[in-house]
């Protein structure tokens, strides 16, 4: 199985200050038809998952353009570029190049 | 705009079964590809089974296979997951997502497995 590593666990942040979370996965995750399904979820209190980011860096509809992913093969990274109050949950990547599925063990953001 | 609803989860025994559902709506339910995931209380996100969008297609996670099944009825926009034989450890909130790269999510189920 793949297992994908975030860190960090925790991270409080100063609203208006950039974060970074970051992913790496035990095996490259590169499909075989080329892509690379590397997804970042973000889970606010109380909420379910949303999809912020696929296939690394491809923006889902109506996410915030302060959200970015990049990376490749083994290592990936979500930004925010300027944190928001609304930005506080937690974060996940999560791998669906290959079976079984498996999700990072989550980033928890906070604010300072 | 696109929503799926959960429904079907509650208490149960251990030993007993359960049927969960998700009705979808907002999106051509028959072109995507389904996915079961549960989050225990407090705990991080784990992936149970997929669909492919015929149905043709199934995949389980080690952990409930032989004990859960999953299937749809395109028809009827939905996606169900069979559960039997619960333990303890299957408690959790049940989630449908559509989409191999999760595109969306429902509200969740929870399931409480305890005697």
């Known amino acids: 199985d793949i297992v994908m590593t975030q860190n960090p666990i925790s991270s409080p942040v100063t609203l208006g200050q950039p974060a970074s979370i970051f992913c790496r996965s035990s095996?490259?995750?590169?499909?075989?038809?080329?892509?690379?399904?590397l997804s970042w979820l973000q889970q606010r209190p109380g909420q379910p998952p949303r999809l912020l980011i696929y296939?690394?860096?491809n923006r889902f509809s109506g996410v915030p353009d302060r959200f970015s992913g990049s990376g490749a093969v083994t290592d990936f990274t979500l930004k925010i570029s300027r944190v928001e109050a609304e930005d506080v949950g937690i974060y996940y990547c999560v791998q669906s190049s290959q079976l079984p599925l498996t999700f990072g063990g989550g980033t928890k953001l906070e604010i300072k | 705009e696109v929503q799926l609803v959960e429904s079907g989860g509650g208490l149960v025994k251990p030993g007993g079964s359960l049927r969960l559902s998700c009705v979808g709506s907002?999106?051509?339910?028959?072109?995507?590809?389904m996915v079961w995931v549960r989050q225990a209380p407090g705990k991080g996100l784990e992936w149970v089974a997929s669909i492919s969008a015929s149905g043709f297609n199934i995949y389980y996670s080690d952990s409930i296979k032989g004990r859960f099944s999953i299937s749809r009825d395109n028809a009827k926009h939905s996606l169900y997951l069979e559960m039997s034989s619960l333990r303890g450890e299957d408690t959790a909130v049940y989630f449908c997502?559509?989409?191999?790269?999760?595109?969306?999510w429902g509200q969740g189920t929870l399931v409480t497995v305890s005697s």
């Open positions: 907002g999106m051509t339910f028959a072109n995507y590809s």
């Open positions: 997502a559509a989409a191999r790269t999760f595109d969306y």
């Open positions: 095996q490259s995750l590169v499909h075989s038809d080329g892509n690379t399904y």
């Open positions: 296939k690394i860096s």
